[in-house]
């Protein structure tokens, strides 16, 4: 027998820490319901304190997911609380999250509090949350570089103000599988009441070492693993759902543990997190880069016609990755295209489905073969870039070799159509974002512009990442088109239509 561990996914909250993750509520709902689809346990959908725009997020996720557990992000005081209690209400599982540093650096310069006084704030903190909520995970936070006898008090007298899930988090990805497998079994022997919690872990990948850390905690005990979709998250990130979840699948021989997450579904929340916040999938990241399952020297190929184990420790298809099937062409009919949606895991409302439709009838008059990637991308498309007060009506283009690139742009702003023109020697795109800025004036400036093709061949569509910031703040939106000019300038009307909602 297996025992089950915890998967507690914090993409909508360590992730969207990550500069340039910002996410609007639309978007932050899709992944909610995708990770509802795949089996996640706990899902922390933000940090309600934070501002309205994240307590909306965690209400409307808190009213909509019935099966995982929705909790929220609060830091040691009152009125954190209140209000992540406040945000998490509706949910037919909900939980708090708060934390408070233990580690004598955090302490002595950012909290300027003492030891007794930390005690204190812990048992009203957690007393408090436990009194509106049943579910209160409490996190030590910088756990890794904290002295051990302050940790474990601290820990035990969570437990005992009403913590039910201890999170052991290496807030700065410090630590490494030795020392923090010792960790876990030091707060084991040492913590008199750890018996009426679950231990946790939370891990930074600053080296790189998030997964493997997070997998020696589970070996020491650990029944709660907190991870990300593509590991995204504070600056190098967090350790990687899909990971850990294969990890302990593929290794259930060595690990004698289990997750109750669907793995199949890992393909498509990565590319869904990936789209939404524009930040690409590394192409030889484990599990779901562009060449995780693809075998190039011939040694390897020979071997896999052979056998496909002598190279390969788990199948394309049990990520989801099966075959991209050619799917429908432009003789398709409404029934046909929604049942393919179905397939992929799509339940979209009658008018996203038929906006859906219409983009691809337009795609199939471009492009001959329609695969799950292009239905992928141009729905994720339509359901991301909602509100939409700036439009792309048409974009016209000349440019080669020695002129400078020249295009006439118009937009619909609201109701009305603008136009203007833009020369630019410094090419087409170049000439594009000028020309928006002359109709769209704004402040932000351009951080990121990159292109991916979504499929194979020459008629793949591209789908084209714009980041804009603004006040410090980063905003990321794509856009997709069979032309990559137009992709790109549907990418920063899109980014401009965020910036404009936020
Ligand atoms: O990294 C960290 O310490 C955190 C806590 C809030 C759990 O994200
Ligand atoms: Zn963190």
Redesign the pocket.
Known sequence: MKEKVIIFD?TLR?GEQAPGATMNLEEKLLIAKTLEKMGVDVIEAGFPAASNGDFEAVNQIAKTIKNSVICG?ARAKKSDIERTAEAIKPAAKGRI?T?LATSAIHMQYKLKMDESQILSAISDSVALARNLCDQVDW?P??ATRSKHDFLFKAIETAIKSGANTI?I?D?VGYTTPDEYFALIKAIKNNVVNIDKAVIST?C?NDLGLAVANSLAAMQAGARQI?CTINGIG?RAGNAALEEIVMAIKTRGDFYRMSTDIDTTMITRISKLVSSITGFAVQYNKAIVGANAFAHESGIHQDGMLKNRETYEIMTPSSIGLDKTSLVLGKLSGRAAFKDKLQQIGYDLSDEKLSEAFQKFKDLADKKKEILDEDIISLVDDSLTNQQAHYQLVSLDIKCGTFDAAAINLKIKIDNEIVETNFASKDGPVDAIFNAIKKLIPHEAILDLYQVNAVTAGTDAQATTTVRLKRNNRIFSANGSSTDVLVASALAYINCLNKLKNN
């Open positions: 914090t360590d992000l999250h934390f996190s936070e910088d999170n988090p807030t939370h930074h907190e504070e």
